[in-house]
Protein backbone atom coordinates (compact mmCIF):
# COMPACT_ATOMS: atom_id res chain seq x y z
CA UNK A 1 0.00 0.00 0.00
CA UNK A 2 2.78 2.23 0.72
CA UNK A 3 4.25 1.88 -3.05
CA UNK A 4 3.40 3.72 -5.93
CA UNK A 5 3.46 7.80 -4.56
CA UNK A 6 1.21 10.16 -3.70
CA UNK A 7 -2.63 8.68 -2.97
CA UNK A 8 -4.06 10.58 -5.97
CA UNK A 9 -4.37 10.55 -10.00
CA UNK A 10 -0.88 12.00 -10.81
CA UNK A 11 1.54 9.66 -13.19
CA UNK A 12 3.53 7.80 -10.96
CA UNK A 13 7.00 8.58 -11.79
CA UNK A 14 10.56 6.77 -12.24
CA UNK A 15 11.27 7.46 -8.70
CA UNK A 16 8.32 5.47 -7.43
CA UNK A 17 9.28 2.70 -9.58
CA UNK A 18 12.63 2.90 -8.00
CA UNK A 19 11.31 2.91 -4.23
CA UNK A 20 9.03 -0.31 -4.96
CA UNK A 21 12.17 -2.44 -6.74
CA UNK A 22 13.95 -1.73 -3.70
CA UNK A 23 11.24 -2.37 -1.54
CA UNK A 24 10.37 -5.78 -3.16
CA UNK A 25 14.46 -6.43 -3.03
CA UNK A 26 14.45 -5.73 0.35
CA UNK A 27 11.44 -8.18 0.99
CA UNK A 28 13.08 -11.07 -0.88
CA UNK A 29 16.60 -10.82 0.93
CA UNK A 30 14.13 -10.56 3.84
CA UNK A 31 12.77 -14.27 2.59
CA UNK A 32 9.02 -12.86 1.78
CA UNK A 33 7.44 -13.96 -1.15
CA UNK A 34 4.33 -12.73 -1.46
CA UNK A 35 2.74 -9.40 -2.31
CA UNK A 36 -0.32 -7.89 -0.98
CA UNK A 37 -2.25 -5.45 -3.27
CA UNK A 38 -5.39 -3.78 -3.73
CA UNK A 39 -6.99 -1.99 -7.15
CA UNK A 40 -7.02 1.26 -5.01
CA UNK A 41 -3.63 1.58 -3.38
CA UNK A 42 -2.35 5.24 -4.49
CA UNK A 43 -5.76 5.10 -7.40
CA UNK A 44 -3.91 2.15 -9.17
CA UNK A 45 -0.35 2.84 -9.00
CA UNK A 46 0.79 0.79 -6.12
CA UNK A 47 0.21 -2.35 -8.98
CA UNK A 48 1.20 -0.29 -11.58
CA UNK A 49 4.99 0.42 -10.09
CA UNK A 50 4.80 -3.44 -9.01
CA UNK A 51 4.19 -4.58 -12.88
CA UNK A 52 6.71 -2.20 -13.64
CA UNK A 53 9.51 -3.68 -11.31
CA UNK A 54 8.18 -7.45 -12.54
CA UNK A 55 8.86 -5.84 -16.44
CA UNK A 56 12.16 -5.12 -15.19
CA UNK A 57 13.34 -8.37 -13.50
CA UNK A 58 13.12 -11.49 -15.45
CA UNK A 59 11.91 -14.61 -13.70
CA UNK A 60 10.58 -12.69 -10.42
CA UNK A 61 7.04 -13.37 -11.13
CA UNK A 62 7.39 -17.28 -10.78
CA UNK A 63 9.44 -16.76 -7.88
CA UNK A 64 6.57 -14.72 -5.77
CA UNK A 65 2.75 -14.79 -4.97
CA UNK A 66 0.86 -11.73 -5.98
CA UNK A 67 -2.19 -11.15 -3.75
CA UNK A 68 -4.71 -7.87 -4.52
CA UNK A 69 -8.24 -6.94 -3.65
CA UNK A 70 -11.46 -5.53 -5.39
CA UNK A 71 -14.50 -4.18 -4.04
CA UNK A 72 -13.79 -0.56 -2.49
CA UNK A 73 -14.49 2.78 -4.93
CA UNK A 74 -12.18 5.49 -3.61
CA UNK A 75 -13.97 9.25 -3.16
CA UNK A 76 -13.16 11.33 -6.02
CA UNK A 77 -14.16 15.08 -6.48
CA UNK A 78 -18.04 15.15 -5.50
CA UNK A 79 -18.27 11.42 -5.37
CA UNK A 80 -18.64 9.56 -1.82
CA UNK A 81 -16.15 6.60 -1.46
CA UNK A 82 -18.06 3.57 -1.54
CA UNK A 83 -18.43 -0.66 -1.71
CA UNK A 84 -18.80 -2.30 -4.80
CA UNK A 85 -18.77 -6.08 -5.27
CA UNK A 86 -21.52 -6.15 -8.27
CA UNK A 87 -20.63 -8.90 -11.06
CA UNK A 88 -19.43 -6.63 -13.72
CA UNK A 89 -17.55 -4.50 -11.28
CA UNK A 90 -15.42 -7.27 -9.95
CA UNK A 91 -14.83 -8.46 -13.52
CA UNK A 92 -13.85 -5.00 -14.78
CA UNK A 93 -11.76 -4.21 -11.59
CA UNK A 94 -9.72 -7.64 -11.91
CA UNK A 95 -8.46 -7.25 -15.59
CA UNK A 96 -7.36 -3.67 -14.61
CA UNK A 97 -5.29 -5.32 -12.19
CA UNK A 98 -3.70 -7.82 -14.08
CA UNK A 99 -3.07 -5.41 -16.76
CA UNK A 100 -1.22 -3.05 -14.04
CA UNK A 101 0.62 -5.99 -12.80
CA UNK A 102 1.64 -7.07 -15.84
CA UNK A 103 0.59 -10.54 -14.96
CA UNK A 104 -1.45 -13.02 -16.56
CA UNK A 105 -2.99 -14.65 -13.00
CA UNK A 106 -3.48 -13.41 -9.80
CA UNK A 107 -2.44 -15.77 -7.21
CA UNK A 108 -5.08 -14.59 -4.81
CA UNK A 109 -8.02 -12.39 -4.95
CA UNK A 110 -9.74 -10.71 -1.96
CA UNK A 111 -12.90 -9.20 -1.65
CA UNK A 112 -11.81 -5.97 0.23
CA UNK A 113 -14.79 -5.28 2.73
CA UNK A 114 -18.48 -6.23 2.56
CA UNK A 115 -21.00 -4.72 0.14
CA UNK A 116 -24.37 -4.71 1.92
CA UNK A 117 -26.28 -4.56 -1.31
CA UNK A 118 -24.07 -7.60 -2.99
CA UNK A 119 -26.06 -10.73 -3.82
CA UNK A 120 -23.91 -13.42 -2.70
CA UNK A 121 -25.14 -15.20 -5.82
CA UNK A 122 -23.38 -12.78 -8.17
CA UNK A 123 -20.47 -12.40 -6.84
CA UNK A 124 -20.17 -16.73 -6.62
CA UNK A 125 -20.97 -15.83 -10.78
CA UNK A 126 -17.88 -13.62 -10.70
CA UNK A 127 -15.73 -15.48 -9.38
CA UNK A 128 -15.97 -18.54 -10.83
CA UNK A 129 -15.59 -16.69 -13.79
CA UNK A 130 -12.55 -15.55 -13.02
CA UNK A 131 -11.06 -18.89 -11.93
CA UNK A 132 -12.52 -20.99 -15.33
CA UNK A 133 -10.97 -18.25 -17.27
CA UNK A 134 -7.82 -18.92 -15.65
CA UNK A 135 -7.37 -15.45 -14.17
CA UNK A 136 -7.26 -15.98 -10.42
CA UNK A 137 -6.28 -19.03 -8.62
CA UNK A 138 -7.53 -18.52 -5.39
CA UNK A 139 -10.24 -16.56 -3.35
CA UNK A 140 -10.40 -15.32 -0.07
CA UNK A 141 -12.14 -11.79 1.63
CA UNK A 142 -10.88 -9.14 3.93
CA UNK A 143 -12.57 -7.65 6.78
CA UNK A 144 -15.39 -9.72 6.91
CA UNK A 145 -17.04 -11.96 9.91
CA UNK A 146 -17.48 -15.83 9.66
CA UNK A 147 -21.06 -15.53 9.01
CA UNK A 148 -20.42 -13.42 6.28
CA UNK A 149 -17.86 -16.06 5.34
CA UNK A 150 -20.13 -18.89 5.78
CA UNK A 151 -23.20 -17.20 3.75
CA UNK A 152 -20.74 -16.59 0.71
CA UNK A 153 -19.16 -19.86 0.91
CA UNK A 154 -22.74 -21.57 0.69
CA UNK A 155 -22.86 -20.19 -3.00
CA UNK A 156 -19.38 -20.92 -4.06
CA UNK A 157 -18.09 -24.29 -5.39
CA UNK A 158 -14.21 -22.44 -4.78
CA UNK A 159 -13.07 -22.79 -0.78
CA UNK A 160 -12.10 -19.55 0.22
CA UNK A 161 -9.03 -19.50 1.75
CA UNK A 162 -8.40 -16.07 3.34
CA UNK A 163 -9.46 -13.55 5.79
CA UNK A 164 -7.74 -10.53 6.05
CA UNK A 165 -8.06 -8.04 8.92
CA UNK A 166 -6.62 -5.65 11.55
CA UNK A 167 -4.93 -7.23 14.37
CA UNK A 168 -1.79 -5.96 16.31
CA UNK A 169 -0.16 -5.51 19.75
CA UNK A 170 -2.32 -1.68 18.87
CA UNK A 171 -5.54 -3.64 17.66
CA UNK A 172 -6.09 -6.58 20.49
CA UNK A 173 -9.78 -6.86 19.60
CA UNK A 174 -9.25 -10.32 18.22
CA UNK A 175 -7.54 -11.65 21.18
CA UNK A 176 -9.57 -9.35 24.03
CA UNK A 177 -12.96 -10.39 22.52
CA UNK A 178 -12.42 -14.06 23.23
CA UNK A 179 -10.82 -13.40 26.69
CA UNK A 180 -13.14 -11.01 28.19
CA UNK A 181 -16.16 -12.91 26.90
CA UNK A 182 -18.59 -13.31 30.13
CA UNK A 183 -17.56 -9.28 31.57
CA UNK A 184 -18.69 -5.95 30.47
CA UNK A 185 -15.31 -5.11 28.81
CA UNK A 186 -16.41 -6.86 25.93
CA UNK A 187 -19.05 -4.17 25.07
CA UNK A 188 -17.72 -1.95 21.92
CA UNK A 189 -15.12 -4.87 20.81
CA UNK A 190 -15.17 -4.78 17.14
CA UNK A 191 -13.74 -7.55 16.44
CA UNK A 192 -16.56 -10.44 14.85
CA UNK A 193 -17.29 -12.98 17.14
CA UNK A 194 -16.19 -16.63 16.46
CA UNK A 195 -14.48 -15.36 13.30
CA UNK A 196 -10.78 -16.58 14.81
CA UNK A 197 -12.43 -19.98 15.54
CA UNK A 198 -14.35 -20.30 12.26
CA UNK A 199 -10.63 -19.17 10.53
CA UNK A 200 -8.77 -21.98 12.56
CA UNK A 201 -11.51 -24.41 11.98
CA UNK A 202 -12.24 -24.38 7.98
CA UNK A 203 -8.18 -23.85 7.22
CA UNK A 204 -8.50 -20.20 6.10
CA UNK A 205 -5.79 -18.06 6.78
CA UNK A 206 -5.95 -15.45 8.71
CA UNK A 207 -3.94 -12.22 7.51
CA UNK A 208 -3.43 -9.38 9.74
CA UNK A 209 -2.99 -5.79 8.62
CA UNK A 210 -1.38 -3.27 10.33
CA UNK A 211 0.46 -6.03 12.25
CA UNK A 212 3.56 -2.91 12.91
CA UNK A 213 1.06 -0.65 14.58
CA UNK A 214 2.17 1.63 12.21
CA UNK A 215 5.41 2.19 13.75
CA UNK A 216 4.14 2.94 17.62
CA UNK A 217 6.06 0.58 19.29
CA UNK A 218 9.49 1.17 17.09
CA UNK A 219 9.31 5.06 16.53
CA UNK A 220 11.44 5.57 19.33
CA UNK A 221 8.54 6.67 21.68
CA UNK A 222 8.86 4.43 25.15
CA UNK A 223 6.15 3.00 26.25
CA UNK A 224 6.26 0.00 28.18
CA UNK A 225 5.07 -2.82 24.97
CA UNK A 226 7.67 -0.67 23.15
CA UNK A 227 10.31 -1.49 26.46
CA UNK A 228 9.53 -5.17 26.30
CA UNK A 229 9.58 -5.74 22.83
CA UNK A 230 12.99 -3.88 22.52
CA UNK A 231 13.99 -5.68 25.96
CA UNK A 232 12.67 -9.37 24.40
CA UNK A 233 14.58 -8.26 20.87
CA UNK A 234 17.38 -8.61 22.79
CA UNK A 235 16.73 -11.25 24.64
CA UNK A 236 15.90 -13.39 21.38
CA UNK A 237 19.10 -11.55 19.30
CA UNK A 238 16.11 -10.47 16.99
CA UNK A 239 14.70 -6.72 16.20
CA UNK A 240 11.59 -5.39 18.30
CA UNK A 241 9.41 -5.53 14.76
CA UNK A 242 10.20 -9.30 14.45
CA UNK A 243 9.22 -9.57 17.91
CA UNK A 244 5.79 -7.58 17.47
CA UNK A 245 5.33 -10.33 14.71
CA UNK A 246 5.90 -12.94 16.76
CA UNK A 247 3.35 -12.01 19.23
CA UNK A 248 0.55 -12.49 16.27
CA UNK A 249 2.28 -15.86 15.21
CA UNK A 250 2.69 -17.21 18.21
CA UNK A 251 -1.28 -17.61 18.39
CA UNK A 252 -2.11 -20.63 17.31
CA UNK A 253 -4.55 -19.78 14.32
CA UNK A 254 -2.11 -19.33 12.38
CA UNK A 255 -1.74 -15.61 11.74
CA UNK A 256 0.47 -14.34 8.64
CA UNK A 257 1.08 -10.13 9.28
CA UNK A 258 0.81 -8.55 6.01
CA UNK A 259 3.95 -5.93 6.62
CA UNK A 260 3.07 -2.49 5.26
CA UNK A 261 6.41 -0.64 5.60
CA UNK A 262 8.10 0.17 2.11
CA UNK A 263 11.30 1.30 3.73
CA UNK A 264 14.25 -1.40 3.21
CA UNK A 265 15.94 -1.16 6.22
CA UNK A 266 12.28 -1.92 7.99
CA UNK A 267 11.56 -4.62 6.17
CA UNK A 268 14.93 -6.18 6.57
CA UNK A 269 14.09 -5.92 10.37
CA UNK A 270 10.99 -8.40 10.04
CA UNK A 271 13.26 -11.02 8.38
CA UNK A 272 13.44 -13.40 11.53
CA UNK A 273 9.48 -13.04 11.41
CA UNK A 274 10.01 -14.75 8.13
CA UNK A 275 12.73 -17.52 8.20
CA UNK A 276 12.77 -18.17 12.50
CA UNK A 277 9.87 -19.98 13.74
CA UNK A 278 8.21 -17.73 16.68
CA UNK A 279 10.41 -17.99 20.06
CA UNK A 280 7.68 -15.85 22.71
CA UNK A 281 7.37 -18.21 25.63
CA UNK A 282 3.95 -18.63 27.31
CA UNK A 283 4.72 -16.10 29.44
CA UNK A 284 6.82 -13.30 27.11
CA UNK A 285 3.30 -13.44 24.85
CA UNK A 286 1.37 -12.46 28.07
CA UNK A 287 3.24 -9.91 29.30
CA UNK A 288 3.97 -8.12 26.12
CA UNK A 289 -0.04 -8.12 25.96
CA UNK A 290 -0.66 -6.96 29.57
CA UNK A 291 2.04 -3.95 28.75
CA UNK A 292 0.22 -3.18 26.01
CA UNK A 293 -3.73 -3.24 27.42
CA UNK A 294 -2.03 -1.20 30.48
CA UNK A 295 -4.11 -2.93 32.73
CA UNK A 296 -4.06 -6.73 34.42
CA UNK A 297 -6.20 -9.48 33.05
CA UNK A 298 -9.55 -9.83 34.65
N1 LIG B 1 -7.54 -5.26 4.06
C1 LIG B 1 -7.54 -3.99 4.45
O1 LIG B 1 -8.60 -3.36 4.64
C2 LIG B 1 -6.23 -3.31 4.65
C3 LIG B 1 -6.18 -2.06 5.28
C4 LIG B 1 -4.94 -1.47 5.45
C5 LIG B 1 -3.79 -2.12 5.01
N2 LIG B 1 -3.89 -3.31 4.37
C6 LIG B 1 -2.69 -4.04 3.89
O2 LIG B 1 -1.89 -4.34 5.00
C7 LIG B 1 -0.58 -3.79 4.83
C8 LIG B 1 -0.08 -3.39 6.17
O3 LIG B 1 -0.89 -2.38 6.73
P1 LIG B 1 -0.22 -1.09 7.38
O4 LIG B 1 0.64 -0.45 6.39
O5 LIG B 1 -1.30 -0.34 8.00
O6 LIG B 1 0.64 -1.83 8.51
P2 LIG B 1 1.94 -1.66 9.35
O7 LIG B 1 2.94 -2.62 8.80
O8 LIG B 1 1.56 -1.78 10.77
O9 LIG B 1 2.43 -0.17 9.16
C9 LIG B 1 3.28 0.24 8.13
C10 LIG B 1 2.98 1.69 7.84
O10 LIG B 1 3.36 2.48 8.98
C11 LIG B 1 4.39 3.37 8.58
N3 LIG B 1 5.37 3.50 9.66
C12 LIG B 1 5.73 4.65 10.24
N4 LIG B 1 6.66 4.44 11.17
C13 LIG B 1 6.93 3.13 11.18
C14 LIG B 1 7.83 2.30 11.92
N5 LIG B 1 8.64 2.79 12.87
N6 LIG B 1 7.81 0.99 11.67
C15 LIG B 1 6.97 0.46 10.74
N7 LIG B 1 6.11 1.19 10.00
C16 LIG B 1 6.10 2.52 10.22
C17 LIG B 1 5.00 2.75 7.33
O11 LIG B 1 5.63 3.77 6.59
P3 LIG B 1 7.02 3.45 5.81
O12 LIG B 1 6.63 2.75 4.55
O13 LIG B 1 7.60 4.81 5.57
O14 LIG B 1 7.87 2.61 6.71
C18 LIG B 1 3.75 2.21 6.66
O15 LIG B 1 2.99 3.24 6.06
C19 LIG B 1 -0.76 -2.66 3.81
O16 LIG B 1 0.43 -2.38 3.11
C20 LIG B 1 -1.82 -3.24 2.92
O17 LIG B 1 -1.21 -4.11 2.00
C21 LIG B 1 -5.09 -3.92 4.21
Known sequence: MGLGGAWDRTPYTASDIDHAEAAVEAALDAGITRFDHADIYRFGKSEAVFGEVLARASGLRERIEIQTKCGIRLAEDDRPGLYDLRADTILARVRESLARLRTDVIDTLLLHRPDPLADPDEIAKALHTLHDEGLVRRFGVSNMSAAQITRLQACLDIPLTVDQLEMS??????????????????????FPEGTLEHCAAQGIELQAWG??????YTNGEPSPAADLARKLARRHDTTPETVLLWWLQRHPAGIVPVVGTSRPERIRACRDAAVRTTEL????????WIAARGAPLP
Not at 281 to 288: A, G, P
Request: aromatic residues 8%; without cysteine; glycine residues 12%.
Open 211 to 216: PLARGR
Open 281 to 288: SHEEWYEL
Open 169 to 190: LARRDWVEAGVLVNTPAAAGLG
